[in-house]
């Protein structure tokens, strides 16, 4: 098993940043890609960004991209997104996941094994 602890939402104004860190725990070496996704009130779950373990290469969705980085750390088993930008569309709960499979398409909420229990991110306009 792999746990996810997810940090650094919050409030900020429209137009600020934030840095959100993912720290996984447990059988990391399991893990292969990383994700983030997002939920806001009344929407389903969207996928934000992914990095991939072995090679980093970088997913981004439409909507963030050029705005929002993600990166990791594999030594200290973290992944982080910094959000620049902000708008207030970008309100919602952000979580953490993690794929076991190796191929699994990173952009796809189906290909993630485990997840976090997510930390909120309120921009006000």
């Known amino acids: 098993q792999v746990q996810l602890v997810e940090s650094g939402g919050g409030l900020v104004q429209a137009g600020g940043s934030l840095r959100l860190s993912c720290v996984a725990s447990?059988?990391?070496?399991?893990?292969?890609?990383m994700g983030w996704f997002r939920q806001a009130p009344g929407k389903e779950r969207e996928f934000v960004a992914a990095i991939s373990r072995s090679s980093g290469r970088t997913y981004y969705s439409d909507s963030i991209k050029g705005r929002f980085t993600i990166s990791r750390d594999n030594a200290k088993n973290t992944v982080y997104l910094q959000m620049n930008s902000l708008k207030p569309e970008d309100t919602a709960v952000y979580y953490c996941a993690a794929v076991r499979r190796v191929g699994a398409a990173p952009t796809y909420l189906s290909s993630y094994d485990y997840w976090g229990q997510g930390t909120q991110v309120t921009v006000s306009s």
């Open positions: 447990g059988r990391t070496f399991s893990t292969n890609a």
